[in-house]
């Protein structure tokens, strides 16, 4: 775009501006090729007359496949955004719809949208429109909203510690005094009362976790072989029956953590992934892998900078998947979806993977189910800040 094609104002007083002409010699759009949101000109027909770099990469089609095809095509049968597209047409006024979702035929994974289209002026039927993708901000808002939980979590801990635990050994004591003078059915009674004690001290215990303020014990460690371990402490007990599939990256660099924590992490997201497909699957399979995920970033609390967070790791399950109505609260406190469970497991691991500067999401499909891990790499300035700091 040349100096020349800027808009300027012809005359101060007679209030009239030049039209702002982005479009180059070649008929190509340099501004619309740089920007990151998807830009896509579509016929009356449903016909996709123009598209810019980031509708290449979102539709995984080069130009030379992507103009000239149905916009239909690449879209769910029933998709919204050609609703969207013969509202404008039929109108011939802007429409703005935010977290829209689009899916892809033969894709796995949703993808949310906004999506912005309008006519184009002195264009016969020619829409453009514009994908503002919103998956990533989505799962940063519902990892802050987990953050959220564990705070509250582990206040609630703190208070049961202190309020709960001392009567429920008095109860305990005093049942246990009065069996020796009670018939063999009342004494029936007095063990139930021990043993839901005992039940409600271990599920305090359990959130006493939570509570846990101190700072991390952190070094270098080395993913792989904290899944190693948890794959064989597995396949000794809970998942036996179940087949195990690696797929590493042997040059991922080292993660600065607690090495017992990441175990019981991973620990809980394979007996859930376990526990998912159950015993009687005769082709339940479980697979861990690692990958090197450069380009995201979270800001945590009080920091000063963003944090890259380029080392993913999977847990990822063909078990019949998440309900839908919990998918979103998946790790909140006392969510679960076991007759006997707490609901405390999955966010005891986003705890732990918060406390580590990370983030987890899970994406569920049938037989299909992936829990993925986050986290900051290992550099030694980090570790040698936090030794000064203490």
Do not use: W
């Amino acid at each position: 775009m040349s100096l020349s094609d800027r808009p300027r104002r012809d005359d101060p007083r007679r209030g009239e501006f030049t039209p702002l002409k982005i479009i180059d010699e070649r008929g190509r759009s340099c501004v619309l090729e740089a920007l990151p949101s998807v830009i896509l000109t579509v016929s009356r027909e449903g016909v996709i007359e123009d598209a810019n770099a980031a509708a290449e990469s979102f539709f995984e089609l080069g130009k030379p496949l992507l103009i000239g095809q149905k916009l239909e095509r690449l879209l769910p049968f029933g998709s919204p955004l050609i609703t969207l597209v013969q509202h404008v047409q039929d109108r011939g006024a802007a429409i703005n719809e935010y977290k829209v979702d689009l899916g892809r035929p033969g894709q796995e994974g949703d993808r949310r949208v906004d999506v912005h289209c309008a006519p184009l002026p002195e264009q016969d039927g020619l829409v453009l429109v514009v994908l503002q993708e919103r998956t990533i901000a989505d799962k940063i808002d519902r990892q802050l909203s987990h953050r959220g939980a564990v705070r509250s979590v582990s206040g609630l801990a703190s208070m049961l510690a202190h309020e709960i635990k001392n009567p429920l050994s008095g109860i305990r004591g005093a049942a246990q005094l009065l069996e020796s003078g009670l018939s063999d059915q009342d004494r029936a009674l007095t063990r139930l009362i021990c043993e839901e004690t005992d039940r409600i001290v271990r599920l305090v215990d359990r959130m006493e976790v939570f509570s846990d303020a101190r700072p991390l014990k952190r070094e270098r460690v080395n993913i792989h072989s904290v899944l190693d371990h948890v794959k064989q402490v597995a396949q000794s007990g809970f998942a036996r029956r179940i087949r195990f599939v690696e797929n590493y990256d042997p040059s991922l660099p080292p993660v600065y953590a607690n090495r017992d924590q990441l175990v019981q992490a991973f620990l809980n997201l394979v007996k859930n992934a376990a526990e998912a497909i159950g015993l009687d699957a005769v082709d339940g399979e479980i697979e861990l892998s690692t990958a090197f995920r450069p380009g995201v970033s979270l800001r945590a609390m009080g920091a000063r900078s963003p944090v890259g967070l380029p080392l993913e790791f999977c847990v990822r399950d063909n078990g019949p998947g998440v309900p839908d109505d919990i998918a979103a609260h998946l790790f909140d406190p006392f969510v679960t979806t076991k007759s006997s469970g707490t609901g405390l497991g999955l966010a005891l691991v986003a705890k732990i993977v918060n406390d580590h500067g990370g983030v987890i999401e899970c994406e569920s499909l049938p037989r299909r189910t992936t829990f993925r891990i986050l986290m900051p790499m290992y550099r030694a300035k980090t570790e040698k800040r936090e030794a000064t700091r203490s």
